[in-house]
């Protein structure tokens, strides 16, 4: 098994976040593709990266994805950043004896007051 290997970094401001990734997917000293998709929109205030094993990427963010639009449909509302940061932790904990090889990190902006936010950053390990 190879890892992939990816660089993600977030970042905070006021009222504001950013994250950023590389795109390239490499498998040893080759690189296979530079456009890889590594960050994903959750909806307009929540975003994720992940970097590590290209496959558990795919598969994990796809899992994200049907568990968001799961919240969005039985809580007729969009999740918040710091809900969804409690949603990858324990998507990575079921997962804890056979893990997905992925290092997730969010950004997100929470309303806090009018016109407000609260930036929310988080990063996990394997097993969240």
């Known amino acids: 098994m190879d890892y992939n290997g990816s660089a993600i970094v977030a970042m905070k401001g006021k009222n504001c976040v950013a994250i950023a990734a590389d795109t390239r997917l490499s498998q040893q000293l080759a690189t296979i593709s530079q456009n890889m998709q590594k960050v994903f929109k959750v909806n307009d205030k929540t975003l994720f990266g992940l970097a590590g094993l290209a496959t558990d990427v795919k598969t994990f963010s796809k899992q994200l ?25 324990t998507s990575l904990y079921e997962k804890r004896f056979g893990p997905y090889f992925v290092v997730p990190v969010v950004a997100g902006l929470d309303l806090k007051e009018d016109g407000e936010y609260e930036p929310v950053i988080a990063s996990y390990d394997y097993i969240g």
Request: proline share 0%; hydrophobic share 30%.
């Open 65 to 89: 994805k049907m568990k968001t639009n799961m919240y969005k449909l039985t809580e007729n509302k969009d999740i918040k950043a710091s809900t969804f940061t409690n949603l990858v932790s």
